[in-house]
């Protein structure tokens, strides 16, 4: 069974500065998907941003990037120029590619980390 | 646009008391999930479907049952609730992988159930 892990309950970040927020999974396939969501106080699970396993380059969006290194199973999270609004709890995910129906339903979540920005 | 639309946003039990939560998505997923996020932890997966009439466990079913009579509604049903079960849930949608890279969920909202 896949998991993941998040190290990291809390981490705080000053406005304007950069974070990383750091994942590992385990697994033993060779193709899957990544996430990262945002979850603000108001329960809104928000994707962030996502990876493809087959993919080398690494997914931007924005000020969001991530770190992914297959052969390490890690999967970390950069956000630059860090904003109030993006104080949140993040949860990294795994999801599988299996190409049959019923293989890739399963979304695995860490624990989450909270992420403060200080002003 | 509507997305995923779960009701009640809150609701309190009683240990023994039964409810059905509700949860419509209006994007024409096939896919549908019901996950729970207990204090501290990330969600965990109850119960999902892939389509109208055909449902599977997840990771943590017992206490919980579904059906998924047509693509747009999937209810979760607690039949005899216990303090255990006191959580958020969430339901989520997203279109069949088969279909190519949609793998994106879309999550409601959440409904906070305390068992008292």
């Known amino acids: 069974a896949q998991t993941v892990t998040q190290s990291q309950p809390e981490m705080s970040v000053q406005e304007a500065e950069t974070v990383t927020l750091s994942c590992t999974y385990d697994?033993?396939?060779?193709?899957?998907?990544l996430f990262w969501y945002k979850q603000p106080p108001s329960r809104q699970m928000i994707l962030v941003i996502r990876?493809?396993?087959?993919?080398?380059q690494n997914a931007t969006e924005n000020r969001f990037s991530v770190n992914f290194q297959k052969a390490a199973k890690s999967f970390s999270l950069k956000i630059s120029d860090s904003q109030l609004g993006d104080a949140a709890m993040y949860f990294c995910?795994?999801?599988?590619?299996?190409?049959?129906?019923?293989?890739?339903?399963?979304?695995?979540f860490g624990k989450g980390t909270k992420l403060t920005v200080n002003p | 646009n509507a997305g995923v639309t779960q009701t009640p946003k809150f609701r309190i039990l009683k240990i023994g008391q039964s409810m059905t939560l509700q949860c419509a998505q209006d994007?024409?997923?096939?896919?549908m999930y019901w996950y729970r996020q207990d204090p501290g932890m990330g969600l965990k997966l109850i119960y999902y479907?892939?389509?109208?009439?055909?449902?599977d466990k997840g990771e943590v079913p017992n206490g919980y049952n579904v059906s998924r009579s047509t693509t747009e509604d999937f209810p979760l049903r607690l039949e005899l609730a216990a303090p255990s079960q006191t959580s958020v849930y969430f339901c989520?949608?997203?279109?069949?992988?088969?279909?190519?890279?949609?793998?994106?969920?879309?999550f409601g909202s959440g409904t906070q159930l305390s068992v008292l």
């Open positions: 697994t033993s396939e060779s193709d899957y998907y």
């Open positions: 989520a949608s997203s279109h069949s992988p088969l279909q190519g890279t949609q793998e994106k969920l879309f």
């Open positions: 995910a795994y999801r599988s590619h299996l190409q049959t129906q019923g293989g890739s339903e399963k979304l695995v």
């Open positions: 990876q493809e396993a087959y993919k080398q």
């Open positions: 479907s892939v389509g109208a009439g055909i449902t």
């Open positions: 994007m024409n997923h096939n896919y």
